[in-house]
């Protein structure tokens, strides 16, 4: 089939005739020209990310994964944002909001979405939309957390319901997914404060060593910097407490899930738990 492009009429006559079936053989293949059309597009954000030194994995759709979400959805064709896309993983929110600046700053006109405080069914992330040549491109930023979270939502929809994703499913491990989804999202503002505080403890002590640098009350430098992290510590320690609360009902929901579902849980949950209970 020679690959003519199509307008943006074309491409959502496309998609509702694949909502609605049957799909014909020749509608499948127009759709598979139009997600290669991304190819391109795709390549060159890869490359761009590359230069910042980062490694990142990415795929483009499946055809039946374009098809199965038309269905799911209520959004036109050439509205999808996620036909070709990327994912960095980085260490912390410091690290998301670095990476997401880099990529505001290699593509102007993208569109920030960031879903860490309000979370998509207990998912967290940064979602950017690049536009190349009238294609968009997401990229996904997640830290090390948000995406342990995200695999064990992934593996729990494969296992059980493929609607737990989408806010469906049992209750209990709805519950249980939104439960550490939250301790996600606390662990992660807790630490970001904490090192944020840190910062602007040693920058305010450096310039006020520069001016007042003769003065012998001086010569304690940790003492300043240990104050700040004690009160920043408790002060976050405080917010963890009504958490640590649900730990007895989490572990209750654990031992009725699936094995696999119940270790990727428990590390993740465990993980959490005993990072709320010391220093970043």
Known sequence: MCKIPMSKTQIDRLGDRLKGGPHTDVDLGLLENYRQSFGAAYEFVLQTIHQYGEFLTGRTKTTPSIVEKLGRESLRLSQMQDIAGCRMVVIS?????????????????????????????????????????????????????????????EKASDLIDPDIKYGGGPQSLRTILQTISDLVSLYEEWNSEFLKSRQYTQLTYNDFVIIKKNLAELTEPNDLAHQEEMRVMELLARRWEPFEEQDKEIQRILEQLPNEIRQKMTRVHNRLVKLGRQKP
């Not at 929110?93 to 600046?101: K, S």
């Not at 979602?127 to 930023?141: A, F, N, R, T």
Request: net charge positive.
């Open 93 to 153: 929110i410091l690290d998301q909001d670095r990476f997401t600046e880099k990529l505001k700053h290699s593509f102007p006109n993208s569109t920030v979405f960031d879903r860490r405080q309000k979370s998509s069914h207990g998912y967290r992330a940064v979602h950017v939309i690049v536009e190349i040549s009238g294609k968009p491109i997401e990229v996904q930023v997640r830290t090390t957390l948000q995406h342990s979270w995200a695999e064990v939502s």
